[in-house]
Nanobody, 128 residues
């Protein structure tokens, strides 16, 4: 069982930066692929970014590529999402997610249904 706790959300203005953190419980953090997803009310949960267990591989949604950076510190059991040049359309609840690394299709890691553990969510609001 993995427990995830997000922090760092808030209200910012267009163009500002914000960094989300997600602290995980457990002693095998490096064996988990970590992802960030976001969700607006009434919409499906949307993939934002993911990072492999070692941190060597990352993927981003086209909408955030070049503005957001996902990283992890396995010694601290923490994954981060640095968000720069924020836009009003980035407003959402952001969720941290984890799933064990395994031999599945690459595209599967971009789907919310692949992830087994979820944090409680952190609200990010970007005002225009």
């Amino acid at each position: 069982q993995v427990q995830l706790v997000e922090s760092g959300g808030g209200l910012v203005q267009t163009g500002d930066s914000l960094k989300l953190s997600c602290a995980a419980s457990g002693r095998t953090f490096s064996s988990y692929v970590m992802g960030w997803f976001r969700q607006d009310p009434g919409k499906e949960r949307e993939f934002v970014a993911r990072i492999s267990g070692s941190g060597a591989t990352t993927d981003y949604a086209d909408s955030v590529k070049g503005r957001f950076t996902i990283s992890r510190d396995n010694a601290k059991n923490t994954v981060y999402l640095q968000m720069n040049s924020l836009k009003p359309e980035d407003t959402a609840v952001y969720y941290c997610a984890a799933t064990r690394t395994r031999m599945i299709a690459y595209s599967a890691y971009l789907r919310a249904s692949t992830y087994d553990y979820w944090g409680q969510g952190a609200q990010v609001t970007v005002s225009s």
